[in-house]
């Protein structure tokens, strides 16, 4: 019989799991609040005039969610029955209950990225958008980045390969929306200021929940035009927020801790390393998503709980998150409960 866990589970299921740590409850305690609907919140502005400056747009606005932050994106820029380009597996159109369909309106056409590395080509971009038509054709409208890409396994856009795709949509006619969930973890892992990856796009959605501890809470960046609009949508779609200085607080306690996410791209490293030593085939994680081919990914997920390491299945393999909550021997201890491969 296998002996029982102990000690509390080592979560890698994502690093949205993480908890507010006392520096950051005491921040949420004394943060200066107003009515961010009615007059402003101060410490909710000092956020979004943070995040502003750190992307290089003009304006931004806190969203409760990155999923309610992309379809406000989505919102602004579609209109019903225009087409978007989205990359294959994009977090924008599978994980996120078909709202750029349902709510926004938007007919997607999905781009293949045959590098595998969650960027298309900007050729692919070029030859996807429809030349002029008929008024009944499908009007090309947007394209949707993603950066680090989460299903190709939290891999990165280079600076260069962004300007590249956002020249080529923007001289297509095309607006560009980045899903930069995780842009900081893209701008750690490359040592590269956030704006370099954010450069040209006409909205840019990050969140602060994702590794860096926040409890809650994106920001949507871009033009002030483009922002005074987004509160608009923000608000149809019940995100007004009153006191949400609160909220705010926490965010700035996380963008502090931005350089930090190195460690986490380390422990990933690790943990890829530690499992191929055991003989198991994965790729040198670009940042902190490690994904592990297996045959049974729901099985591998169920016999790693039962050792009190938690995972997520995926269609091919398990994936696992390292973040601010998982020590170095937290790391160890997943790897000794992998099964031997075969």
């Not at 692919?124 to 008024?135: I, L, S, T």
């Not at 590269?192 to 006409?202: E, I, M, S, W």
């Not at 790729?283 to 390491?309: E, K, R, S």
């Not at 790391?331 to 031997?340: E, H, K, M, Q, W």
Request: net charge negative; charged share 20%.
């Amino acid at each position: 019989m296998t002996a029982p866990p102990t000690g509390p589970p080592v979560d890698l299921r994502s690093d949205t799991v993480t908890r507010p740590d006392a520096r950051m409850r005491a921040a949420m305690a004394r943060a200066e609040v107003g009515d961010d609907v009615l007059d402003g919140d101060p410490t909710m502005r000092a956020l979004e005039a943070r995040v502003a400056e750190a992307l290089g747009t003009a304006d931004a606005l806190w969203v409760p969610s990155g999923t309610m932050g992309n379809l406000i994106a989505l919102c602004v820029h579609l209109e019903r029955g225009d087409r978007f380009l989205v990359t294959d597996r994009a977090h924008i159109l599978d994980l996120e209950v078909g709202t750029a369909a349902w709510l926004a309106g938007g007919m997607p056409r999905v781009l293949p990225c045959p590098a595998g590395a969650g960027a298309p080509n900007p050729s692919e971009v070029a030859r996807a958008v429809a030349g002029g038509g008929p008024y009944f054709a499908l009007r090309d409208r947007l394209l949707c980045l993603e950066n680090t890409h989460s299903a190709a396994g939290g891999t990165v856009t280079t600076p260069a390969r962004h300007r590249r795709l956002v020249e080529t949509a923007h001289d297509a006619g095309l607006l560009v929306h980045l899903d930069g969930a995780r842009l900081w973890h893209a701008a750690v892992a490359l040592g590269v200021p956030p704006t370099d990856l954010a450069h040209g796009a006409d909205s840019v959605q990050v969140c602060l929940s994702k590794g860096l501890g926040a409890p809650v809470g994106s920001v949507l960046a871009g033009g002030a035009g483009f922002v005074h609009r987004a509160r608009r949508v923000r608000k149809m779609l019940g995100g007004g927020v009153r006191q949400g200085g609160v909220l705010a607080a926490a965010g700035l306690v996380a963008l502090d801790r931005v350089d930090r996410l190195a460690e986490d791209h380390e422990h990933a490293r690790l943990l890829a390393s530690g499992l191929a030593e055991r003989g198991w085939k994965t790729d040198p994680p670009q940042t902190n998503i490690v994904v592990v081919p297996v045959d049974d990914p729901a099985d591998t997920v169920a016999l790693l709980a039962g050792h009190g390491v938690l995972t997520l299945p995926t269609e091919s393999g398990v994936r696992m998150v390292t973040h601010r909550d998982v020590s170095r021997d937290d790391i160890l201890r997943a790897v000794d409960s992998f099964p031997s491969p075969g």
